[in-house]
């Protein structure tokens, strides 16, 4: 079984501040494990597959060429 983090050692590695994260969780966001009441953990892969799953890719550069049709 992979380690999981806490929430420090989860905000640090998603770049998050703490605070954020605990929304993130109450709002059901963000992949966790809940092992009791008040006992949460996360999963280093579900959170990476998370922040891919998040990320957006910049769109293309406009080019300074004219379009093909341009007087």
């Known amino acids: ?6 929430y420090a ?3 640090s590695h998603v770049n ?3 605070g954020t994260l605990y929304a993130l ?4 966001r963000v992949p966790h494990v809940r092992l ?7 999963s280093r892969t579900s959170l990476d597959a998370w ?3 998040h990320s957006v890719t910049p769109a293309t ?3 300074s060429e004219p ?5």
């Open 1 to 6: 079984m992979e380690d999981l983090l806490t």
């Open 9 to 11: 050692q989860a905000s």
């Open 16 to 18: 998050l501040k703490l």
């Open 25 to 28: 969780v109450s709002q059901g």
């Open 36 to 42: 009791g009441r008040r006992l949460v953990r996360f």
């Open 51 to 53: 922040l891919r799953e």
């Open 61 to 63: 550069a406009a080019t």
């Open 67 to 71: 379009p093909a049709n341009a007087p």
